[in-house]
T-cell receptor
Framework: ETGVTQSPTHLIKTRGQQVTLRCSSQ?????VSWYQQALGQGPQFIFQ???????GRGNFPPRFSGLQFPNYSSELNVNALELDDSALYLC??????????????FGQGTRLTVV | SQQGEEDPQALSIQEGENATMNCSYK?????LQWYRQNSGRGLVHLIL?????REKHSGRLRVTLDTSKKSSSLLITASRAADTASYFC????????????FGQGTRLTINP
C-alpha cells in the first residue's frame, strides 16, 4: 500500500455534468499530480500542485481544474463532462525538493464512466 | 504526448523464465522509473534509476539505463504468475514542469 487514497473508486456520470475526484497524499509528501489513463494507454499528465498552487499543466482544457489543501490533499474537478473523459484518473503523491522529482506513489485510481 | 515507447507491447512467457522489457525516450531526463499496473488498477512503483546511474537491482528486478541511447530495460528474473501485469516506464524531464511522462506500456503474461 502506498498510503495514497482516492475516492470514489468508481463513478458514473452523464455527459454535461460536473465531477469532483479526491486524493489524500502520502504522509510527508507535499506534491500531488493528477493523471488520466484511457483504456490501453499510458497515463497522461493533467496537472500538478505544490504548496497549494498549480505547478505545471499538461495538454488538458480549462474545464479540468484542481485544488490542493493545506494538508496536501487534492481535488480534481471536471466540468461539462464529455464521453472521452471516461478513463481511470490517477493521483500521484511525491515530495518535491531541490528541483528534482523523487519517486511518485500512486493511488488506486478513480474509474470515471461518462454516459 | 507519450515521451517514450515500450517494447514489446505484449510479452507472454512461461513461469520461471526471465522477462525483459525495453523503454526508449526522447529528451534528457533526471530520473527514470518503472511501474507495474494490475488490471487497470493503480500504479505500483517498482524502481527509480537516476540519470547518473547505469544499473540498479531490487530483488528479482534489474534495471539498466543508457542515457546515450535514451533507453532503459527492465529484467524480471524467475518470473511468477503474480508478475502478470502491465509495466510502464516513466521519465521526468530536466526542464519544464515536474511531471512524469509515460510510455504505452508492456503487457506481460506469465503462463503457469
Amino acid at each position: 500500500e502506498t498510503g495514497v487514497t482516492q475516492s470514489p473508486t468508481h463513478l458514473i456520470k452523464t455527459r454535461g455534468q460536473q465531477v469532483t475526484l479526491r486524493c489524500s497524499s502520502q504522509s510527508g509528501h507535499n506534491t500531488v499530480s493528477w493523471y488520466q489513463q484511457a483504456l490501453g494507454q499510458g497515463p497522461q499528465f493533467i496537472f500538478q500542485y505544490y504548496r497549494e498552487e498549480e505547478n505545471g499543466r499538461g495538454n488538458f482544457p480549462p474545464r479540468f481544474s484542481g485544488l490542493q489543501f493545506p494538508n496536501y490533499s487534492s481535488e480534481l474537478n471536471v466540468n461539462a463532462l464529455e464521453l472521452d473523459d471516461s478513463a481511470l484518473y490517477l493521483c500521484a503523491s511525491s515530495n518535491t525538493g531541490q528541483g528534482d522529482l523523487i519517486e511518485a506513489f500512486f493511488g488506486q485510481g478513480t474509474r470515471l464512466t461518462v454516459v | 504526448s507519450q515521451q517514450g515507447e515500450e517494447d514489446p507491447q505484449a510479452l507472454s512467457i512461461q513461469e520461471g523464465e526471465n522477462a525483459t522489457m525495453n523503454c526508449s525516450y526522447k529528451t534528457s531526463i533526471n530520473n527514470l522509473q518503472w511501474y507495474r499496473q494490475n488490471s487497470g488498477r493503480g500504479l505500483v512503483h517498482l524502481i527509480l534509476i537516476r540519470s547518473n546511474e547505469r544499473e540498479k537491482h531490487s530483488g528479482r528486478l534489474r534495471v539498466t539505463l543508457d542515457t546515450s541511447k535514451k533507453s532503459s530495460s527492465l529484467l524480471i528474473t524467475a518470473s511468477r504468475a503474480a508478475d502478470t501485469a502491465s509495466y510502464f516506464c516513466a521519465t521526468d524531464a530536466k526542464q519544464g514542469a515536474q511531471k512524469l511522462v509515460f510510455g504505452q506500456g508492456t503487457r506481460l503474461t506469465i503462463n503457469p
